[in-house]
């Protein structure tokens, strides 16, 4: 058989192909069962914001972290510049529309959900574990969780604020009066184990009480001091949830974690001093599932992700997400203030993940909504 001669063995090497390799598996979320089909289709313009959800990965010392829109056939995207534990999520406004900033320890992230790039956010000098995160617009305000009164993690400056996410540097604000701010030398050898309870932006102010029985005092954003509001602590646990016109939804501590809706307004006495007006409001409504997580949705809607998992080793793959969203209904009789809380639809979810379970080594972390 003849051999073919030197140009034809060139030609026919650059004509093979060479083979490209195979995109590997992206984890994504599976939709397993839809909600009520016969729910009206909202209109564009009525359209729900986006909701997002951080992923941890991993043991709990150590995690790696995750973002994922709530939505069928969304894929996974990886965070590559935080991992440990310590993180706290929080959706921030900027020009081109809410960004995601994560910001726990020495480390910090922000992920552009419209893009999927993420970048190096500015960090804090003074690590904080868990620190609470609350965005006003384009501000982001970092407050210690459990302050600390020895020098470490935790310690001051206990309260914190960015002006814009584009800036690096953080701002120092006055520590809440209900911290450990005036110690005795007696109270420094065994100081109190001081730690947030519960949280909500009301207008602009930003209510905080504490574990312990000292009140609730409020942080005026536009004057930046804090001032106390209130003799009792506030009657719910975590963030409040924003539905519009000063109503809120949180786990109220009485009714053992059940959600509850509160009217609140931080008000002027006629003395000058401020004070917080906050009642909770008669909610007719079959049985409000807070689940894991809640995040607002809108003027008068909400939604709430409950993760069910199984701790059978055997059975971590049938873990899911079940995210209700519920919406505020006025009571039809003028003379009364009763209002109704109606289950609009239920998703569920399961994570299709080629590495991970959506139960341990991965649990939900934060849920955040993308509205613009």
């Avoid at 935080?82 to 922000?110: C, D, R, W, Y």
Wanted: proline share 9%.
């Amino acid at each position: 058989m003849p051999m073919p001669d030197k140009k034809r063995r060139k030609k026919l090497a650059a004509a093979a192909p060479t083979p490209t390799p195979a995109p590997g598996p992206v984890a994504r979320l599976v939709r397993v069962r839809s909600g009520n089909k016969k729910r009206e289709e909202a209109s564009p313009e009525k359209q729900p914001p986006p909701v997002y959800m951080v992923l941890a990965h991993g043991v709990e010392e150590e995690p790696t972290y995750s973002v994922i829109e709530v939505a069928a056939g969304a894929a996974v995207c990886r965070l590559r510049h935080i991992s440990g534990g310590g993180m706290s999520f929080a959706a921030v406004g900027t020009p081109s529309g809410p960004q995601i900033v994560g910001i726990g320890l020495e480390k910090s992230t922000v992920y552009n959900p419209k893009t999927s790039k993420e970048r190096a956010g500015p960090r804090l000098v003074y690590p904080k574990v868990n620190p609470v995160l609350i965005s006003d617009g384009g501000k982001l305000y970092a407050l210690s969780r459990s302050p600390a009164v020895v020098k470490g993690r935790d310690f001051e400056p206990w309260f914190l604020v960015l002006d814009d996410l584009g800036y690096i540097i953080w701002r120092f604000l006055p520590p809440p009066p209900i911290f450990p701010c005036r110690l005795n030398p007696l109270e420094y050898g065994d100081p109190p184990k001081v730690r947030v309870a519960a949280y909500a932006l009301v207008d602009s102010h930003i209510l905080l009480s504490v574990q312990q029985d000292k009140g609730t005092c409020a942080f005026d954003v536009d004057a930046n001091q804090w001032e106390m509001v209130d003799d009792k602590n506030l009657p719910f646990t975590g963030q409040a949830v924003p539905l519009g016109d000063h109503r809120f939804v949180a786990c109220s501590k009485e009714k053992g974690g059940a959600a509850a809706v509160y009217y609140m307004v931080v008000g002027t006495s006629v003395t000058g001093k401020k004070e917080l007006s906050i009642v909770e409001l008669q909610v007719a409504s079959k049985r409000i599932v807070p689940g894991h997580l809640l995040c607002a949705m809108g003027k008068g809607s909400f939604s709430s992700f409950d993760v069910r998992s199984i701790a059978s080793p055997a059975k971590l793959d049938r873990a899911r997400i079940v995210h209700r969203t519920y919406s505020q209904v006025e009571a039809d009789d003028a003379e009364t203030d009763l209002g109704f809380i109606v289950k609009q639809d239920r998703q569920i979810y399961k994570l299709r993940d080629p590495h991970a379970y959506l139960a341990h080594p991965s649990w939900a972390v934060a849920a955040l909504t993308m509205e613009e």
